[in-house]
């Protein structure tokens, strides 16, 4: 059962869908949130619903549209609710899951192997930030933001400076950033925008989160395990409008909500500083604020509070 509550638009015969969620305020900026490889899931849409409580206006666009009208494939669930399943059960399951894994990828590289890939992506997020722009609902500012492939394409969207998008955040942006990153137009980004990386992410090297992440913020904090505070770095050479948190024994997806990468004392962590920085970015008098936050607190998780065995 497709989650896409609302067509944005259709094109040449195509839907754009999406889901969109509002706030109880009635009023708020917007944000274009952009799904991982798995395409619109109940992860996605939970997320989505967490920033609309927080007070904006969410549209979760199928960025496949084009060659999928309803894109959402299941993903891992936790260990645990894969050990409580009946034997015949999970193997049901994981047979679909296998399915779901290969389609949602074929989905992804449809785009990311398209020399014109970068370009539709940057068409779709002008389409749905208009759409959010025109909606009763928003005031006006939007935001992208996004996770894993969505996360790629939130870069995309504010180095190449999208109509009608204010901010952005991406979300261990990955696969293939380097393919996409360009120093230059990273540089002259003149609207707040916030990386996230995980110093687990096997999809992303660490010379490429060097060299292309922390080397163009102009703040990074990070987070170690066993450490009480974060680690703050100033780099005078870097964007002005640009922060990155560093979460340095996280894993890829460890904001994908009931899977078996999910961390909740790690995702509320960033989803509280995330929260505060599109406040503060989409605000009538937008500023480029990293929160008081994100320099004084680390994540309450076991990942990065183990705990003590005397």
Same mark, same amino acid.
């Given at each position: 059962?497709?989650?896409?509550?609302?067509?944005?638009?259709?094109?040449?015969?195509?839907?754009?869908?999406?889901?969109?969620?509002?706030?109880?305020?009635?009023?708020?900026?917007?944000?274009?949130?952009?799904?991982?490889?798995?395409?619109?899931?109940?992860?996605?849409?939970?997320?989505?619903?967490?920033?609309?409580?927080?007070?904006?206006?969410?549209?979760?666009?199928?960025?496949?549209?084009?060659?999928?009208?309803?894109?959402?494939?299941?993903?891992?669930?936790?260990?645990?609710?894969?050990?409580?399943?009946?034997?015949?059960?999970?193997?049901?399951?994981?047979?679909?899951?296998?399915?779901?894994?290969?389609?949602?990828?074929?989905?992804?590289?449809?785009?990311?192997?398209?020399?014109?890939?970068?370009?539709?992506?940057?068409?779709?997020?002008?389409?749905?930030?208009?759409?959010?722009?025109?909606?009763?609902?928003?005031?006006?500012?939007?935001?992208?933001?996004?996770?894993?492939?969505?996360?790629?394409?939130?870069?995309? +969207? @504010?180095?190449? =400076?999208?109509?009608?998008?204010?901010?952005?955040? !991406?979300?261990?942006? #990955? $696969?293939?950033?380097?393919?996409?990153?360009?120093?230059?137009?990273?540089?002259?980004?003149?609207?707040?925008?916030?990386?996230?990386?995980?110093?687990?992410?096997?999809?992303?090297?660490?010379?490429?989160?060097?060299?292309?992440?922390?080397?163009?913020?102009?703040?990074?904090?990070?987070?170690?395990?066993?450490?009480?505070?974060?680690?703050?770095?100033?780099?005078?050479?870097?964007?002005?409008?640009?922060?990155?948190?560093?979460?340095?024994?996280?894993?890829?997806?460890?904001?994908?909500?009931?899977?078996?990468?999910?961390?909740?004392?790690?995702?509320?962590?960033?989803?509280?500083?995330?929260?505060?920085?599109?406040?503060? +970015? @989409?605000?009538? =008098?937008?500023?480029?604020?990293?929160?008081?936050? !994100?320099?004084?607190? #680390? $994540?309450?998780?076991?990942?990065?509070?183990?705990?003590?065995?005397?």
């Amino acid at each position: 059962m497709t989650l896409l509550n609302t067509v944005i638009l259709n094109e040449d015969g195509k839907d754009l869908k999406a889901y969109v969620a509002r706030p109880a305020s009635g009023k708020g900026p917007g944000i274009v949130l952009m799904h991982e490889v798995y395409g619109v899931t109940e992860g996605i849409k939970a997320i989505a619903d967490y920033f609309a409580e927080q007070g904006f206006v969410v549209a979760c666009p199928n960025m496949y549209w084009r060659d999928n009208p309803d894109a959402g494939f299941k993903y891992d669930p936790a260990p645990e609710t894969m050990a409580a399943m009946p034997a015949k059960e999970r193997i049901k399951l994981e047979t679909q899951l296998a399915k779901d894994r290969d389609a949602a990828r074929d989905c992804m590289f449809s785009i990311l192997d398209d020399k014109d890939g970068s370009a539709k992506m940057l068409d779709t997020i002008e389409k749905v930030a208009a759409f959010l722009r025109q909606d009763s609902s928003c005031t006006g500012k939007v935001a992208a933001s996004g996770f894993c492939f969505g996360a790629r394409n939130a870069y995309i +969207a @504010l180095s190449q =400076k999208a109509r009608g998008i204010d901010a952005g955040i !991406a979300f261990y942006a #990955t $696969p293939k950033l380097h393919e996409v990153f360009d120093m230059q137009a990273t540089m002259a980004i003149d609207k707040p925008f916030m990386f996230v990386a995980g110093g687990e992410d096997p999809y992303i090297n660490d010379d490429e989160k060097e060299d292309m992440i922390v080397a163009s913020s102009s703040t990074t904090v990070t987070y170690v395990s066993g450490r009480k505070k974060p680690i703050i770095e100033e780099n005078e050479n870097g964007n002005p409008y640009i922060a990155a948190l560093y979460y340095a024994n996280s894993n890829h997806g460890f904001n994908r909500r009931d899977s078996k990468y999910s961390d909740p004392g790690t995702s509320a962590h960033v989803m509280r500083i995330a929260t505060e920085f599109l406040q503060a +970015a @989409l605000a009538e =008098k937008p500023s480029f604020s990293l929160p008081a936050y !994100a320099r004084t607190n #680390t $994540p309450d998780s076991p990942t990065y509070h183990p705990a003590h065995k005397v």
